[in-house]
Every structure is written in C-alpha cells, then in structure tokens.
C-alpha cells in the first residue's frame, strides 16, 4: 500500500466529505461561498480529515455520518488559518493559484475566515458532543498562539530550537493531533489508545512542518504552488535558518542576518543563503528530523493496535508526509 491506495480505499468517505464541505459554506450572502469555494476547491490532499476518518476506523467507528461531520470541522479551521495567514503575510499566490486575499481583498478574506471558524463551532454543537468541542478548540487556541508566535519571531536571529519546535507544534501539529484524537474518540476507543493516537498526530504534524521549511527552499517551483524563498521574504526564522545559524561562522551568519533583514527579492535571498545551508547541511537536518518524527509517530501506534489495514494505512500517511515534494 502507497498514499495513493490510501486516498483510494477511503475515496467514499473522502467523497462525502467533499460534497459537504461545499454543502456547509452554502450562505445568502454570496461573497462566502465564493470566497470559501475559492480556496477550498482550490486544490489539497486533505490530509486532516484523511487522519480523522482513518483513525475512526481503526477504533472501531461503524457510523455513516459523524466522521464526515467532524472532518468538514477539521478542514474549514484548516481553512480559516490559510486565510488568515496570506493577509499576513502579503502572500500573493497559493498552490500556483492567485491566493484568496490576491483575488477578492484582505478584508474579505479575513471576515470569510471568521465564518468558517464560526462555521466549524456550529456544526460541532450540532454534533453535540463535548469531548470533541474541547478537543477542537483546544487545537484552534493553539494555531492561534503559534501564529502569534511566528508573528513575533519575525526577523529574530535568536529565536531557539525549543522555541520554534514550540511554535510548528501549535500553528500546524495541534489540529491534526485533534483530528486523530477525535477519530478516536468515535470509534469509543480507550484512553490509551486514543492518547497514542494523539502522539501520532502531533508527531506527523510536526514533521509535515518540517518538511515544509525545507520544501521553501528546496521545493519544485512548478508542484510546490508558492514562491520558493518565501519564508526568507517574510523574515520566517524556520529549522534550516535556526540549524545554520547555530554551526556557521560570523561572515555566514551576517549573510543570512542580511537575507532576512534587509529588502530584496526571493531569488536574490535564496542565492546568498542556499550555499550556507548546503554546506552545514541544514536542509539534511531538517528532512531527518522530519523522518525521526514521523518514525515517533508509527512507534505510538504500533504496540496498541493490532495489524490491520486501518493501521498500515497511518503508516503509509506517515510516510507519505516526509517523502512529498509539495
């Protein structure tokens, strides 16, 4: 089995989840569905309602609707960050694609992200179950501090390894730990099942982070959907600069303070920083922690379940996550 086998045994489920994410941004007021079609049509693995459905399944959930429910939750707060975030960060692309901001406006937007947050907690309450609210907004306090936290290590050379690792857990590693920690929690499983579920989510969120500190300088342009170098543009201090900065010497490391201080393009950045990290091997650093996550991440599950193709399945998605190229 390969991730592709994967989205293929779950491609009835991940239809229904597709159907009702358009079904739910439905609204009279056409600037949202416009907007929430724009960007979630625009493309994605939906890698976190995968995880949720997968992790059902493995505990035992025999229902038709409450994973799709759930999952739709889990991709419109996914949604609302990506919104979010590129008014932030002036993005003006996503998935090779005009990102929403570019197309429709910052203020739209931000308030379309609003909705789908509002959007995700009212269904939830239609759910009505209180386990899987407080999981759900437990993950969303904490890709709001994360991002928070990137905001304010903007440009900082000093920020930690601690730190960042702090960072990436919250902005992009909490929801899917909940998406796995809400799949348990459908299929009933036990405490310490449904705990070493959440280990496996928070572990693989933190490597496909990972991944994607690399993937911004390394990426395939074309497949990659977003300017290779933009981290460097937006003064994002990720894993490679912080690995870099900690074994390069005082010349290289007023290039890289320059790179991500001082104005200039994201091709011109890139060429003064990449032989840097090629020689200190950061980006190698990088991909292998990635790796040691995700090999943390199989080693959670691996004792507590017994072998099935649910549980070959989140292996195949751990796999997948650090060998992608987008």
Request: net charge negative.
């Amino acid at each position: 089995m390969d991730f592709k086998e994967v989205t293929v045994r779950y491609a009835e489920d991940m239809a229904r989840v597709e159907k009702d994410i358009q079904r739910h941004f439905s609204s009279d007021v056409a600037l949202i569905p416009a907007v929430s079609g724009y960007l979630i049509g625009g493309g994605g693995k939906r890698i976190r309602p995968l995880l949720l459905i997968v992790s059902s399944r493995l505990c035992g959930y025999t229902g038709s609707t409450r994973q799709i429910t759930n999952s739709v939750v889990a991709e419109y707060i996914h949604a609302a960050t990506l919104l979010h975030d590129d008014v932030v960060d002036e993005a003006d692309t996503r998935r090779g694609s005009a990102s929403a901001n570019a197309k429709f406006g910052n203020e739209a937007s931000v308030l379309v992200g609003d909705f789908l947050f509002a959007k995700s907690f009212d269904l939830m309450s239609a759910d009505g179950d209180i386990r899987v609210i407080r999981a759900m907004s437990t993950a969303t306090k904490c890709l709001a501090e994360g991002e928070v936290l990137q905001l304010v290590n903007t440009c900082n050379l000093e920020v930690s390894n601690e730190a960042y690792m702090d960072t990436i857990y919250r902005k992009t590693g909490a929801l899917i730990e909940a998406c796995c920690r809400v799949g348990a929690m459908l299929g009933g499983a036990q405490e310490e099942r449904e705990n070493a579920l959440a280990r496996y989510g928070k572990n693989i969120g933190v490597a496909f982070q990972l991944v994607d500190d690399a993937l911004d300088y390394v990426g395939e342009a074309k497949s990659w959907g977003k300017p290779l170098g933009a981290d460097l543009v937006d003064g994002k201090v990720t894993m490679p600069l912080i690995h870099a900065l900690a074994a390069a010497n005082e010349r290289e490391n007023t290039i890289i303070a320059e790179a991500i201080e001082q104005e200039g393009s994201a091709s011109d950045k890139l060429g003064a920083v990449m032989p840097i990290l090629e020689k200190r091997g950061s980006i190698i650093h990088t991909m292998d922690m990635a790796r040691d996550y995700a090999e943390e991440a199989k080693s959670a599950i691996a004792s507590l379940f017994p072998p099935s193709d649910h549980l070959e399945a989140l292996h195949y998605i751990a796999e997948y996550i650090v060998s992608r190229n987008v």
